[in-house]
C-alpha cells in the first residue's frame, strides 16, 4: 500500500478521510467493480449520509472503513486510503484494526434480526464488547450494560438483561445493537440502514434516538441509508452513490435545495406520487366481509390445553366496490397480512365473506379453486414470492394449467408474453430465471403471475415495502395503470403510507387486530381522529414521534 | 446474467446446477473417484465377458457360436456327451480346434468354476493361473470378486433408489402437512429406528430364504428411514415460502406443489445423502453374507470371501483380496459423496458475493 503524504497541517484534521477509494471484487471469470474510486471526509461531531439505490456500493464502502469484506476476494486498488485520524486503515495489521473494530468505531446493522446471536442473553452480548475492549469486570460491565441499555431507551432495563433477542421487538433489539455499538463510547459510528426493516413509528423513534445520543456523546455517524427522508432530518452532509461512484457531495441543504447532478434530481423526483384511481361510487360491491377473526390458539402444558388466544384479526369489516382500492395500515404485527390471507381464504377464519355476492366463507375443494382465479395476491418479498427452480414462463403458466386456462401450449404461451409485455417487462427473457432479475423486475413478474388469470380482486401484501425509492414508484405507476385498464379492485397493504396514499381511496388503520380508524383516504389523511392514526402519519410522513403511548414500543 | 447454456447427458442445466458441476470437478479427488467407479462398475456389468468359463467365440465349422449367451450340447461339435460342452475339457478342445477356433475370456473361470488342476490343493496361492488365487472351493479369486461387486453394486444401487423414493415420500407427506399425521409419523420412526437392526435381520433371514429379493426387502425396512428427516425439514421450511403461499392462491393442488415447488428443493439434501447411503448398503449386505446370513450359498459376495479370509488365515491373499477390494470402493463412494456434498453446499457456491 501507498504512504501519502500527511496533510492534515491543512486544516482541521478529519475524522475519518477516505481518498479515491475502489473496491474490486474477483469473481471466477469477471471482476466486479463495487466502489470506483469514492472520496469524503468526516469530520468530527458531523453526520455524513451515503445516498444510492441498492447496488450502488454504499454498504460496501463502509464496510471497507472497518475491512470487514471477504479478502481476498475484495481487493482495494492502489491508491485507495481510508485514513482514521490520520492512520491508514488499508493495509493495518489485526491488531490495530481490533482496536478500531467496535472501539474507535462501531456499525449496527440494517436487520436486527440476524445481527444479535440468538443463542445469548443481551448482558452477555453486550458484555462480551466490554470485555474485549475495556478488560472490565463482571460487575462494572454489568453496571455499564444496565447504563446503556437506559440510554438507548429500553423500558424497565435490568429486567430485560437476561432476555434473548427473539423475547424482544424489532425496535428493541434495533436499540441493543445502538447500545451495543455504543459500549465503548466510539468516535464514529457507522449506521447502515438502521431503519430500513422498521416499522415508521419505530424507525422515527430510532433516528430521534440517534440524533440525542450524538448531542449527548458527541460522536460522528456515517449514515448510509436510500431514505431521502430519514437523510434531511439527519444528516449534516450527503454523499449521492451511484454505480460505486460518489456523483455529488454538499451540505444537506444545497444538495435538496439545488441538486446538480441529473441522478441526484431522479433521485429527489423519485417518491411514489400521485393520486388514487377515481372510481365509480356507484360500482357494485366486489368483496366484503363481516366481523372477520381469526385466532390463533396458544397451547401450553403436556396436554396441550388451549390457554389463551392470539387475536391476529378481531372483528373487522369492510365493503369495497368494483374499481375501488382499500389501504390496511398499520404497524407489523397489528393483522394486516392475516385480513388479507382470510379474506381470500388462505387461512380459515370466522365471520362472513362476500364475493361478488356469493358467500364464500365455506366454499370448498374445486369450487374454491375455481375462485382462485378471480382473485389474486402480491406478496411484500419478490425474493421470497417466486419459486427459484423455475423459469419467469413455468411461474406464470403455472395458473394458466391449473385453471386450464388458453387451451394449448402456444396459445398459453401468447398469454404470457402478454401478461409480460402488460407488467413492462421483455417477453424475451421469459426463458430466465427469478435470480436474473432485479427487485423490481421480480415484483413485476409476481404481478404478472396474478394479472395472467385476468382476476377482479387483487391483494397487494406490501408489494412495495422491499424496493427502492424509484422503483416504488415505477410499481405504483403500474398497479395504477392496471387498475383503470382492466376496473381491478384492490386490496392495499402497506405499513407505509405515503404509498397508501397515491393508491388508496379508502382507508382502514388497524392495531392489534382491530379496526382502530376507518374512512375515505381524504378523511384519514387530512383529519386523523385517533392519536394511533395521528402518530402514524407523523411518523411516516414527519419521521417525529408523536404520542408515544399510543404505539408499540 | 445467464452463462452459456451447458449440457450434460444432452439435458440443458439451469445455471445453478451448471455452477455445482463445476464446483464437482473442481474438487479433483471426486471427480476422479467418480471416474474409477464408473470404469469398475463397467467392467463388474461385463463380468460374463470378462471371467467366464466358456469362450466368448467358438467359430466351428464355419460359423460362429456364442456360448455364453447360448448352450450347445458337446455333440454339436462331435463329441460324446449330450450335456452341455465343458469348454475346459482337452478333448472338446481338441475337437474345436481341428474344425475351427475360439476366444477366450481374459479370465477363463467364472465365478463357481472349480479349477480342478491345481498344483497345489486348495485354496492355493496367486500364479498365473489364477491371479489372485482360489478360494477354499478352488474358485478363481479374481473371477469372484469380479462377480461379486457387481451384484453388491447393483444391490446397493436399487436398495439406495428404493428406500429413497419411500423416504422422500414419507418425509415429504409428513413435513408438508405436518400436524398430527407428522407427529404420529415421527414417533413411529422414532421406535423404529431404535430397533436393533442387526439381530432383527437375523431373525429374519433366518426364518425366510436368504436371496438377492429378500435380503432387499429386509435391509430396505430400516433403510428408508434415514432420508426422511433431510426431506421433512426442508419441506417443513419451505412451506411456509411467500412462493407456496402464491402457488397456493393461484389453486395449485398439494400434490403439484409437493412434487414441483418443494421436491426440488429436497433434492439436493437427498442428493448429498445418496452416496453414503449406498455404502451403508453395500457394508450391509457384505455383513450379512461374512455372517452367513446373506445370500445363498456358493453366490459370489465380498462378505463370503471376507469369511473365508478370517477361515483361511494360511491364505492372506483371501482376505487381502476383500478387504482392500471393499476399502477402495468404500472410499471412492465416500470420496464422491464428499464431492456431491461439497458441490451443493451453497456456501461454496456463493463465496465472494456480498452486496
Known amino acids: 500500500m501507498s504512504v501519502l503524504v500527511d496533510n492534515s497541517t491543512e486544516e482541521e484534521q478529519a475524522l475519518l478521510d477516505i481518498t479515491s477509494l475502489s473496491v474490486q471484487f474477483h469473481g471466477e471469470e469477471e471482476t466486479v467493480d463495487a466502489v470506483a474510486g469514492i472520496t469524503y471526509k468526516l469530520m468530527e461531531g458531523q453526520t455524513v449520509a451515503l445516498v444510492g439505490e441498492s447496488g450502488s456500493g454504499k454498504s460496501v464502502s463502509a464496510l471497507s472503513i472497518l475491512q470487514l469484506l471477504p479478502y481476498p476476494q475484495a481487493q482495494h486498488p492502489q491508491g485507495s486510503s481510508i485514513k482514521y485520524?490520520?492512520?491508514?486503515?488499508?493495509?493495518?495489521?489485526?491488531?490495530?484494526?481490533?482496536?478500531?473494530?467496535?472501539?474507535?468505531?462501531?456499525?449496527?446493522?440494517?436487520?436486527?434480526?440476524?445481527?444479535?446471536?440468538?443463542?445469548?442473553?443481551?448482558?452477555?452480548?453486550?458484555?462480551?464488547?466490554?470485555?474485549?475492549?475495556k478488560g472490565m469486570s463482571k460487575i462494572e460491565a454489568?453496571?455499564?450494560?444496565?447504563?446503556?441499555?437506559?440510554?438507548?431507551?429500553?423500558?424497565?432495563?435490568?429486567?430485560?438483561?437476561?432476555?434473548?433477542?427473539?423475547?424482544?421487538?424489532?425496535?428493541?433489539?434495533?436499540?441493543?445493537?445502538?447500545?451495543?455499538?455504543?459500549?465503548?463510547?466510539?468516535?464514529?459510528?457507522?449506521?447502515?440502514?438502521?431503519?430500513?426493516?422498521?416499522?415508521?413509528?419505530?424507525?422515527?423513534?430510532?433516528?430521534?434516538?440517534?440524533?440525542?445520543?450524538?448531542?449527548?456523546?458527541?460522536?460522528?455517524?456515517?449514515?448510509?441509508?436510500?431514505?431521502?427522508?430519514?437523510?434531511?432530518?439527519?444528516?449534516?452532509?450527503?454523499?449521492?452513490?451511484?454505480?460505486?461512484?460518489?456523483?455529488?457531495?454538499?451540505?444537506?441543504?444545497?444538495?435538496?435545495?439545488?441538486?446538480?447532478?441529473?441522478?441526484?434530481?431522479?433521485?429527489?423526483?423519485?417518491?411514489?406520487?400521485?393520486?388514487?384511481?377515481?372510481?365509480?361510487?356507484?360500482?357494485?360491491?366486489?368483496?366484503?366481509?363481516?366481523?372477520?377473526?381469526?385466532?390463533?390458539?396458544?397451547?401450553?402444558?403436556?396436554?396441550?390445553?388451549?390457554?389463551?388466544?392470539?387475536?391476529?384479526?378481531?372483528?373487522?369489516?369492510?365493503?369495497?366496490?368494483?374499481?375501488?382500492?382499500?389501504?390496511?395500515?398499520?404497524?407489523?404485527?397489528?393483522?394486516?397480512?392475516t385480513l388479507g390471507l382470510a379474506l381470500l381464504r388462505l387461512i380459515s377464519s370466522k365471520g362472513a365473506i362476500r364475493f361478488d355476492g356469493k358467500s364464500i366463507a365455506k366454499t370448498k375443494g374445486s369450487q374454491l379453486r375455481s375462485l382462485r382465479q378471480e382473485m389474486q395476491i402480491v406478496f411484500q418479498d419478490p425474493?421470497?414470492?417466486?419459486?427459484?427452480?423455475?423459469?419467469?414462463?413455468?411461474?406464470?403458466?403455472?395458473?394458466?394449467?391449473?385453471?386450464?386456462?388458453?387451451?394449448?401450449?402456444?396459445?398459453?404461451?401468447?398469454?404470457?408474453?402478454?401478461?409480460?409485455?402488460?407488467?413492462?417487462?421483455?417477453?424475451?427473457?421469459?426463458?430466465?430465471?427469478?435470480?436474473?432479475?432485479?427487485?423490481?423486475?421480480?415484483?413485476?413478474?409476481?404481478?404478472?403471475?396474478?394479472?395472467?388469470?385476468?382476476?377482479?380482486?387483487?391483494?397487494?401484501?406490501?408489494?412495495?415495502?422491499?424496493?427502492?425509492?424509484?422503483?416504488?414508484?415505477?410499481?405504483?405507476?403500474?398497479?395504477?395503470?392496471?387498475?383503470?385498464?382492466?376496473?381491478?379492485?384492490?386490496?392495499?397493504?402497506?405499513?407505509?403510507?405515503?404509498?397508501v396514499r397515491t393508491l388508496a381511496d379508502n382507508v382502514i388503520v388497524m392495531k392489534d387486530g382491530k379496526a382502530v380508524e376507518t374512512g375515505t383516504a381524504k378523511e384519514i389523511f387530512e383529519a386523523p381522529q385517533t392519536a394511533y392514526t395521528q402518530a402514524l402519519i407523523k411518523a411516516a410522513f414527519d419521521l417525529e414521534v408523536v404520542n408515544q403511548e399510543a404505539i408499540s414500543a | 446474467?445467464?452463462?452459456?447454456?451447458?449440457?450434460?447427458?444432452?439435458?440443458?442445466?439451469?445455471?445453478?446446477?451448471?455452477?455445482?458441476?463445476?464446483?464437482?470437478?473442481?474438487?479433483?479427488?471426486?471427480?476422479?473417484?467418480?471416474?474409477?467407479?464408473?470404469?469398475?462398475?463397467?467392467?463388474?456389468?461385463?463380468?460374463?465377458?470378462?471371467?467366464?468359463?466358456?469362450?466368448?467365440?467358438?467359430?466351428?465349422?464355419?460359423?460362429?457360436?456364442?456360448?455364453?449367451?447360448?448352450?450347445?450340447?458337446?455333440?454339436?461339435?462331435?463329441?460324446?456327451?449330450?450335456?452341455?460342452?465343458?469348454?475346459?475339457?482337452?478333448?472338446?478342445?481338441?475337437?474345436?480346434?481341428?474344425?475351427?477356433?475360439?476366444?477366450?475370456?481374459?479370465?477363463?473361470?467364472?465365478?463357481?468354476?472349480?479349477?480342478?488342476?491345481?498344483?497345489?490343493?486348495?485354496?492355493?496361492?496367486?500364479?498365473?493361473?489364477?491371479?489372485?488365487?482360489?478360494?477354499?472351493?478352488?474358485?478363481?479369486?479374481?473371477?469372484?470378486?469380479?462377480?461379486?461387486?457387481?451384484?453388491?453394486?447393483?444391490?446397493?444401487?436399487?436398495?439406495?433408489?428404493?428406500?429413497?423414493?419411500?423416504?422422500?415420500?414419507?418425509?415429504?407427506?409428513?413435513?408438508?402437512f405436518g400436524g398430527v399425521l407428522d407427529l404420529i409419523a415421527q414417533r413411529f420412526i422414532e421406535i423404529w429406528s431404535g430397533l436393533p437392526t442387526l439381530y432383527i435381520l437375523i431373525i429374519v433371514s433366518s426364518v425366510l430364504v436368504p436371496s438377492f429379493w429378500t435380503l432387499l426387502g429386509i435391509l430396505m425396512l430400516f433403510s428408508w428411514v434415514g432420508f426422511v428427516g433431510v426431506v421433512r425439514a426442508e419441506f417443513l421450511k419451505v412451506r411456509n415460502y411467500d412462493y407456496i403461499r402464491s402457488a397456493k392462491a393461484l389453486g395449485v393442488s398439494d400434490r403439484m406443489i409437493m412434487y414441483r415447488h418443494i421436491l426440488p428443493n429436497a433434492i439436493v439434501a437427498t442428493l448429498t445423502f445418496l452416496p453414503f447411503t449406498l455404502t451403508a448398503a453395500i457394508t450391509g449386505l457384505t455383513s450379512l453374507d461374512f455372517l452367513g446370513l446373506g445370500l445363498p450359498a456358493g453366490s459370489a459376495s465380498l462378505g463370503e470371501l471376507l469369511a473365508q479370509g478370517k477361515a483361511n488365515l494360511q491364505a492372506p491373499w483371501l482376505g487381502l483380496t476383500a478387504f482392500v477390494s471393499l476399502a477402495i470402493m468404500l472410499s471412492l463412494l465416500v470420496f464422491i459423496g464428499e464431492a456431491v456434498r461439497d458441490a451443493f453446499d451453497p456456501r461454496k457456491l456463493f463465496n465472494g458475493d456480498r452486496s
Open chain 1, 85 to 133: 485520524r490520520g492512520k491508514e486503515i488499508i493495509g493495518a495489521d489485526d491488531a490495530t484494526m481490533r482496536d478500531i473494530r467496535g472501539n474507535k468505531i462501531s456499525i449496527i446493522f440494517q436487520e436486527p434480526m440476524t445481527s444479535l446471536n440468538p443463542l445469548h442473553t443481551i448482558e452477555k452480548q453486550i458484555n462480551e464488547v466490554l470485555f474485549v475492549h
Open chain 1, 142 to 337: 454489568r453496571k455499564r450494560t444496565l447504563e446503556l441499555l437506559k440510554l438507548v431507551g429500553i423500558k424497565n432495563p435490568a429486567g430485560r438483561l437476561k432476555s434473548y433477542p427473539h423475547e424482544l421487538s424489532g425496535g428493541q433489539r434495533q436499540r441493543v445493537m445502538i447500545a451495543m455499538a455504543l459500549a465503548n463510547e466510539p468516535d464514529l459510528l457507522i449506521a447502515d440502514e438502521p431503519t430500513t426493516a422498521l416499522d415508521v413509528t419505530i424507525q422515527a423513534q430510532i433516528l430521534e434516538l440517534l440524533k440525542e445520543l450524538q448531542d449527548k456523546l458527541g460522536m460522528s455517524i456515517l449514515l448510509i441509508t436510500h431514505d431521502l427522508g430519514i437523510v434531511r432530518k439527519m444528516a449534516d452532509r450527503v454523499c449521492v452513490m451511484t454505480e460505486g461512484q460518489i456523483v455529488e457531495q454538499g451540505p444537506t441543504e444545497k444538495i435538496f435545495s439545488q441538486p446538480e447532478h441529473a441522478y441526484t434530481q431522479e433521485l429527489l423526483a423519485a417518491e411514489p406520487q400521485g393520486k388514487p384511481v377515481e372510481a365509480n361510487s356507484e360500482a357494485p360491491e366486489i368483496m366484503a366481509c363481516e366481523d372477520i377473526k381469526v385466532h390463533f390458539p396458544v397451547k401450553r402444558g403436556i396436554l396441550r390445553r388451549t390457554v389463551s388466544y392470539i387475536k391476529a384479526v378481531d372483528g373487522i369489516s369492510l365493503t369495497l366496490q368494483q374499481g375501488h382500492t382499500i389501504g390496511i395500515v398499520g404497524e407489523s404485527g397489528s393483522g394486516k397480512t
Open chain 1, 383 to 499: 425474493y421470497g414470492s417466486l419459486s427459484p427452480r423455475l423459469s419467469i414462463g413455468q411461474i406464470i403458466e403455472e395458473g394458466l394449467k391449473v385453471h386450464r386456462l388458453g387451451g394449448n401450449a402456444k396459445e398459453r404461451e401468447a398469454l404470457i408474453v402478454e401478461a409480460l409485455n402488460e407488467v413492462g417487462l421483455n417477453p424475451e427473457n421469459r426463458h430466465r430465471y427469478p435470480h436474473e432479475f432485479s427487485g423490481g423486475q421480480r415484483q413485476r413478474i409476481a404481478i404478472a403471475r396474478a394479472m395472467v388469470l385476468k382476476p377482479r380482486f387483487l391483494v397487494l401484501d406490501e408489494p412495495t415495502s422491499a424496493l427502492d425509492m424509484s422503483v416504488q414508484a415505477q410499481i405504483v405507476d403500474l398497479l395504477r395503470s392496471l387498475q383503470v385498464k382492466h376496473n381491478l379492485t384492490y386490496l392495499f397493504i402497506s405499513h407505509d403510507l405515503k404509498v
Open chain 2, 1 to 176: 446474467m445467464r452463462g452459456d447454456s451447458q449440457k450434460l447427458f444432452g439435458i440443458t442445466l439451469a445455471p445453478m446446477n451448471q455452477r455445482r458441476l463445476q464446483n464437482f470437478k473442481k474438487n479433483r479427488r471426486g471427480y476422479w473417484s467418480l471416474w474409477i467407479f464408473i470404469v469398475l462398475f463397467g467392467l463388474s456389468l461385463l463380468a460374463e465377458i470378462i471371467a467366464n468359463d466358456k469362450p466368448i467365440i467358438v467359430f466351428y465349422d464355419d460359423q460362429a457360436y456364442f456360448p455364453i449367451v447360448q448352450a450347445l450340447p458337446e455333440t454339436h461339435f462331435g463329441g460324446e456327451f449330450k450335456t452341455e460342452t465343458d469348454y475346459h475339457d482337452p478333448y472338446v478342445q481338441n475337437l474345436i480346434s481341428a474344425k475351427g477356433w475360439m476366444i477366450w475370456p481374459l479370465i477363463q473361470y467364472n465365478y463357481k468354476t472349480v479349477a480342478y488342476k491345481l498344483p497345489t490343493p486348495a485354496p492355493s496361492a496367486p500364479d498365473f493361473d489364477h491371479w489372485l488365487g482360489t478360494d477354499d472351493q478352488a474358485r478363481d479369486v479374481v473371477a469372484r470378486l469380479l462377480y461379486g461387486m457387481r451384484i453388491s453394486i447393483l444391490f446397493g444401487l436399487l436398495l439406495t433408489a428404493i428406500s429413497a423414493v419411500i423416504g422422500v415420500t414419507a418425509g415429504a407427506i409428513q413435513g408438508y
